[in-house]
C-alpha cells in the first residue's frame, strides 16, 4: 500500500534532512590556501627586512649627518666672523646686504633685550649643537627662535660684540617621518607585488596538480593529464609520473568495467537455459518455484553488477522530482510487505540524469523493503520526502526497522559489503547502495547515511537545482493522491 501525504511529521518530515551527518565535502573547512599562506609568509619577511633596512640605514646616517651639518655651519659662522672682522663699515653694510640677497644669511647684532628658545628639539639637533659648541667655543649659542622669530640662529662674538646669524633651518633639517613613511610605504607595495607573483609561480603547478587529481577522483581521465614539458625539473618528474598514474588508473578501471559487463553478459545465456530446463525437468511445483526465484536472484544481481559497471558520465538536465517518485513508487505498489508515505512537492526539479534519478530511488525503496523492516508487522514503512534549501534540494528516504550500527555505517556504500544480520534478511551482491553513492556523484550530489533518532535508517541525497527557471513550469499547488 502507497499513500501520499502532503502535511509534515517529525519522524518522517524533511526537517530531519538538515540534521544528518554531513559527509566531508560538506563540511566547511578553515584554513589558508597555498598561496595566500606562501603570500603571507614572504609579505612578512619582506616587510620585516624593509624596516630592519632602514632602521640601519638612520642609525648609521646619524653620525656623519650630524658632523657634517655642524661643519657646514662652523664654516659659515667663521666665515661671516672673518669678513665682518676684517671689513670697514661702509664695506660691512655692504657685506651684510649681500649674504641676505644671495645666501639667506641674515647678521644681525645681538642686544641683551633678546628673548630666544635654545635649539635642542632633536637627537640630530642636540647632536648638531653640541658638535658646533666644540668647534666655535663655548660661548656659541644655538636658538631656534630669537624674539619670536623662527629659524636656525647662531649666536656668536667678533672681539666684545655679539651677533645673531641667521639661516633658513631648512638647509639642515633630517629627512622627516613623512618622507621616509612615503619610503616604506612605496617600497612595502613593490615588495608586497613581487611576494605575490613569486608565490603565484610557485603555487601554480600546485594548483594544476590538485585540479586533475580532483579529475581523477571524479573518473575524468582525459581532462587530468598535465604539462610534461615544465621548466623546473621536479615539477615536470612530479608531472610525468601524475600522467603516467592517470593513464594506469584509466586503464584499469577500463578492464574493470569491460570485465564486469563481459561476466555478466555472459552469464545470461546459461541462466536462460537453466530456467528452460527447470520448466520443463523439474515436476515438483514447489521445487521448481524456488529454483525459479534463486535463478531470478542471480539475474537480479547480473543487473546489479551492470549498473555497477556503467560509466561515470551522465547527461544532466532538469528533472521534476515528483514526477521521478510516483514512476518508483508505482513499480513497487504491488508489493504487500512495504507502505510508502510521500511528501515531494510538484514544484521541486533537480539537475540530474531521470534514468539515473530513478535507478537510484528504486535502490533505495528496494533496500528499505529488504532489510527495513518494522520487526512488530514484518512491513517496511518507508517515508520519502524533499525540500528545497538554497541552491540544492535535499531528499530523505528512511525506514523504520532495526537500523545500523553507527561503526557499520561508513562501510555500507562500499562495494560487496554486507552489514549486520538484522539487514541481511534478504541475499544480495551488495552492491545497491555502492551504485547509489557512485550515481549521485556522477550526477554532482552527495550522498550520505545515518541512523535515526526514532529508530531505522535514513538516505540522504542532495542534488543541485536547475540555474535558471523553467519556462512554462508554473508549479501547480501541492496535492496529495493515492496510489492503490
Known sequence: MIRGVSTSIDATGPAPLETAPAPLEMRPRVGLSLFWRTFFLLSLLLIGSIVAWLQTFRALEFEPRAVQTAQQIASLVNLSRAALRYSDAIAR????????????????????????????????DQRIADELVGRLGPGTVLASTVNGEKGFWVGFKIDADAYWLLMDRNRFTQVGGKTWLIWLITAAGLSLAGAALIARLINR?????????????????????????????????????????????AKIEQDRAVMLAGISHDLRTPLARLRLETEMSVADADAREHMAADIDQLDAIIDKFLDYARPDHAELKPVCLRDVVDACVYAVQDHGDMRINVDVSRSLYVLADEVELARVISNLLENARRYGKTPETGIAVVDLAAKSRNEWVLLKVRDHGMGVAPEAIPNLIKPFFRGDAARTAATGAGLGLAIVDKTVQRMGGIFALANTTSGGLAAHIKLQKPRAPLEGDAAPQDRTEAIS
Open 93 to 124: 653694510v655692504s657685506l651684510i646686504k649681500t649674504l641676505a640677497e644671495q645666501e639667506g644669511v641674515r647678521i644681525l647684532p645681538s642686544k641683551p633685550t633678546d628673548v630666544y628658545m635654545l635649539f635642542d628639539s632633536s637627537a640630530l
Open 205 to 249: 603547478p600546485l594548483k594544476q596538480l590538485s585540479f586533475a587529481a580532483s579529475r581523477v577522483r571524479d573518473g575524468d581521465f582525459d581532462a587530468s593529464r598535465l604539462d610534461e614539458r615544465a621548466v623546473t625539473s621536479e615539477i615536470r618528474e612530479v608531472n610525468i609520473g601524475f600522467n603516467r598514474m592517470a593513464q594506469q588508473l
